[in-house]
């Protein structure tokens, strides 16, 4: 049950990044530079605090752990993200996000030489397909260049998880990419705060999104991922852009069209089939 629980709340962290971001961003809150800038911050400051606490307590010696690549993987994914809701709607932002992480770390595996079997391709090509039909041009398509931003934000996204892979140490890595990020992090805020000064509430929302969201939802993350099998733990994040459109439509009335619903519901039951498929074949 406890597993289940931090599970849930690791979910619901990652979903509140969409809405975090469009909530500070839709209504020029805050620019996307100074959104970025103060996000990581946040999160490098709460992830350094959880590590040297857990080191205090431990009596282990303190180190920079992660590398500057992965941090610059993380650099463009939180660049890209807070750009791209400049135009998109946090559900929409969230299911292309999913995607193309997904897509990315797909992809890799197929350069390296896995070979998926036919359920893994049938799920794959139904997402492709209809990810196609989400950003093709239409009357209620997202906006082309932010679509293309939040791709760019995934595949970033995808790379800094598997640059990560097989840590034993993945708090610590991801609080010292954090710490590297920085200070171009400081550097964005201030470019962002010299063109324009942000408002109260988009420091809070950008503030959350880092220390809470993102800094204590990836501690979670961590503390139940070695509970999960890799199949479920790719299953369970299905639920993100789910999350994410229903507190889309709670806290900032985004209405949800039908094209986004066909999409979604295709693309996470493709990715879920792909998955699942994966997970058998691979005995994990």
């Not at 909530?23 to 992830?47: K, N, P, W």
């Amino acid at each position: 049950m406890r597993i289940v629980l931090l599970t849930a709340l690791a979910m619901i962290a990652f979903a509140a990044n969409s809405v975090l971001a469009r909530l500070a961003l839709a209504d020029g809150a805050m620019d996307a530079l100074s959104y970025t800038g103060i996000r990581i911050l946040a999160g490098a400051v709460i992830l350094f605090v959880l590590v040297w606490w857990r080191t205090r307590q431990t009596g282990a010696g303190f180190s920079l752990a992660g590398h500057w690549l992965q941090a610059g993987a993380l650099l463009g994914y939180a660049l890209g993200f807070s750009l791209a809701y400049g135009w998109l709607g946090a559900a929409t932002g969230a299911l292309i996000l999913f995607a193309s992480v997904q897509i990315g770390m797909v992809a890799r595996a197929i350069a390296a030489g896995d070979r998926p079997g036919l359920l893994e391709w049938l799920g794959l090509l139904l997402a492709l397909g209809a990810f196609a039909y989400l950003v093709s041009p239409g009357l209620t398509a997202p906006d082309p260049l932010g679509s293309l931003l939040m791709v760019l934000a995934g595949l970033c996204w995808a790379a800094y998880s598997l640059l990560g892979r097989g840590s034993e140490r993945p708090l610590d890595d991801t609080a010292g990419n954090f710490l590297r990020c920085a200070p171009v992090a400081i550097l964005l805020l201030v470019i962002g705060v010299w063109d324009n000064a942000p408002r109260w509430d988009g420091l809070v929302y950008a503030i959350a999104s880092g220390a809470v969201a993102s800094g204590l939802g990836y501690a979670v993350w961590y503390a139940v991922l070695p509970a999960l099998t890799r199949t479920r733990a790719a299953i369970v994040q299905l639920s993100v852009p789910a999350l994410s459109a229903f507190g889309a439509v709670l806290f900032i009335g985004e209405a949800l069209d039908a094209r986004l619903l066909v999409s979604s519901a295709i693309i996470l039951g493709g990715i879920g089939i792909a998955t699942l498929a994966a997970g058998r074949r691979k005995g994990n």
